[in-house]
């Protein structure tokens, strides 16, 4: 996987939000970019402009805070006239509008924030190159292993479509990824990637 880039175009009330529904999305190997996380560090939203011009997807969260925002419609707009595809995260259809009216995007569930958060690592998964929605993309993240005075690299591959991650899921049964150098298993929720716990004693061989 190459370093993709994320643009994130949100209004400031949303950044809690989009910061739980990324929270998972942040582990891969590539940029993701919150506007107002980049806005509390000191940048200016003007200064994002660089940063969304090198965006290889716009997502555009819509929701009742972000609707008369000129900023966001901006976005999606230089986003459009860019080429660089724009996908909506929207708490209700009435949300949409303009350029993203007809594109297809992910529905936010706040009662069960990991619904939306496997529709929306789908639809990055077959968005983003070279990942291709006709092939089974290979995604993985990489951590340092958190056993004391260890800090080996732990690697967990997803090698499963998103189909299959989802049926995983809902039966309970976790990915893994072991430490080569102590041994040690880390779990993952299929469906957000989301991390369970350590196990210190199991040896495993990975997904």
């Known amino acids: 996987?190459?370093?993709?880039?994320?643009y994130v175009s949100h209004a400031p009330a949303d950044l809690e939000l989009v910061q739980e529904l990324f929270s998972t999305v942040k582990n891969f190997p590539f940029g993701v970019h919150i506007t107002f996380e980049a806005i509390e560090s000191g940048r200016t939203r003007k200064r994002l402009e660089g940063r969304l011009a090198n965006s290889d997807v716009v997502v555009a969260v819509l929701t009742a805070a972000s609707a008369d925002s000129q900023w966001i419609n901006q976005e999606i707009g230089y986003a459009v006239a860019k080429g660089i595809p724009v996908l909506p995260l929207y708490d209700h259809e009435r949300?949409?509008?303009?350029?993203?009216?007809?594109?297809?995007?992910v529905q936010i569930n706040r009662q069960d924030p990991s619904v939306t958060i496997f529709n929306l690592l789908s639809r990055l998964r077959s968005a983003l190159a070279p990942l291709?929605?006709?092939s089974v993309p290979n995604w993985y993240i990489r951590f340092p292993c958190t056993v004391p005075d260890c800090g080996h690299p732990v690697t967990l591959e997803i090698e499963q479509d998103q189909t299959k991650l989802w049926m995983r899921s809902?039966?309970?049964?976790?990915?893994?990824?072991?430490?080569a150098k102590c041994g040690s298993t880390y779990a993952f929720d299929p469906a957000t990637i989301g991390y369970v716990h350590r196990d210190e004693t199991t040896v495993g061989n990975g997904v």
């Open 170 to 179: 809902r039966h309970g049964k976790l990915l893994t990824a072991s430490c």
């Open 1 to 6: 996987m190459t370093r993709e880039q994320i």
């Open 95 to 105: 949300h949409r509008g303009g350029f993203v009216d007809d594109v297809d995007g």
């Open 132 to 134: 291709g929605a006709l």
